[in-house]
């Protein structure tokens, strides 16, 4: 594991810590799937529930990777999950962009 991937990776472990862990004002305000779900598509996020659900996957997942970076299933999570978790928060952080700059 290179150190772009642990980088990588422990963002994904404080986005985890994020879902697991905030308050339900806060997921709606911030949350990546509530900024797509409602910049994109007009209608609200997950429930809070399934936020702690992600939560608990990400934080667990992204801490048995750092601990075990040679295995199959850490290969597979710093290949997909990793990425996509990224593009998530990249994805909402330009529609969070584009409404606060449109007029």
């Known amino acids: 594991m290179n150190n772009l991937q642990k980088i990588a990776t422990v963002l994904v472990l404080f986005d985890g810590l994020f879902h697991f862990f905030s308050l339900p004002i806060y997921l709606k305000r911030v949350s990546p799937d ?21 939560g608990i996957y990400l934080v667990s ?35 969070k962009v584009y409404n606060s700059l449109r007029l």
């Open 34 to 54: 509530w900024i797509i779900a409602d910049g994109l598509f007009d209608t609200v996020g997950l429930p809070a529930y399934i936020h702690r659900i992600m």
């Open 61 to 95: 997942s992204s801490i048995y990777t750092l601990m075990n970076p040679d295995l199959q299933y850490s290969k597979l999570y710093i290949r997909y999950v990793v990425p996509l978790t990224l593009f998530i928060i990249s994805t909402a952080v330009v529609i």
